[in-house]
């Protein structure tokens, strides 16, 4: 069964902490995974990783792909209360099916 | 888990056609559910909030009239793109509120010819 598991569910954490969100994933025909930012309603879109080993980066939030252990990791330095928000990972396969996770809830407090 | 289904999962159709996307919640009730649209810049445009016996509630700039929806159940969403154009091919993608969290479906590419 194709799936995709984020980790942890919940996050409480201070402001200027760094925290490291999980995401797994078993999706057969695997494409890229995607992280998203999920403020209200709407995802917007974070990052796509396909290369194994490559650092994506954008200001304070970075992340990468291991696609032998099959997991990313989304990294965010020096959080700001601006950062909460739901992180949601998604692997789609080749086939343009999507396999969502069902996030991790982060909340910077001040 | 809570496991959201989408059917179908690609469709090809006739400009001037109609097509009908389901989504359903298979294990729990969802009186909110989403419906997204997949640009290709990877980013997901909210298209509208379906509130199980309501209307659904349409994001600016959404047509409302050619993008139908109706949730007439607690675990079913019905997304049809009426007439459709070239220009409406995309990805689609819904998801179901469950509590504080929401769970998406597998989405559904729509190619219009």
């Known amino acids: 069964e194709d799936k995709v598991v984020q980790s942890p569910l919940s996050l409480v954490v201070h402001e200027g902490d760094t925290v490291t969100l999980n995401c797994s994933y078993e999706?057969?025909?695997?494409?890229?995974l995607l992280w998203y930012k999920q403020e209200k309603k709407a995802p917007t879109f974070l990052f796509m990783l396909?290369?194994?080993?490559i650092e994506k980066k954008s200001g304070r939030l970075s992340s990468i792909l291991d696609k032998k252990e099959l997991f990313s990791i989304l990294n965010i330095t020096a959080t700001q209360t601006g950062d909460s928000a739901i992180y949601l990972c998604?692997?789609?396969?080749?086939?343009?099916?999507?396999?969502f996770g069902t996030g991790t809830s982060l909340t910077v407090i001040p | 888990g809570a496991v959201v289904s989408q059917h179908p999962s690609r469709v090809i159709c006739k400009s001037g056609t109609s097509v009908k996307i389901e989504c359903r919640s298979l294990?729990?009730?969802?009186?909110?559910m989403f419906w997204y649209r997949q640009f290709p810049k990877q980013s997901l445009m909210l298209m509208a909030t379906?509130?199980?016996?309501?209307?659904?509630?349409?994001e600016q700039g959404v047509e409302k009239d050619k993008f139908l929806i109706n949730h007439a159940s607690l675990t079913l969403s019905t997304l049809t793109v009426t007439s459709a154009h070239p220009e409406d091919s995309s990805f689609y993608i819904c998801?179901?509120?469950?509590?504080?969290?929401?769970?998406f479906g597998q989405g559904t590419r729509l190619t219009v010819v």
């Open positions: 998801s179901a509120k469950k509590g504080p969290e929401a769970f």
């Open positions: 999706v057969t025909n695997f494409r890229s």
């Open positions: 396909t290369s194994s080993g």
């Open positions: 998604a692997a789609p396969n080749t086939g343009n099916q999507f396999y």
């Open positions: 294990d729990f009730q969802a009186t909110t």
């Open positions: 379906s509130n199980e016996g309501s209307k659904a509630t349409y």
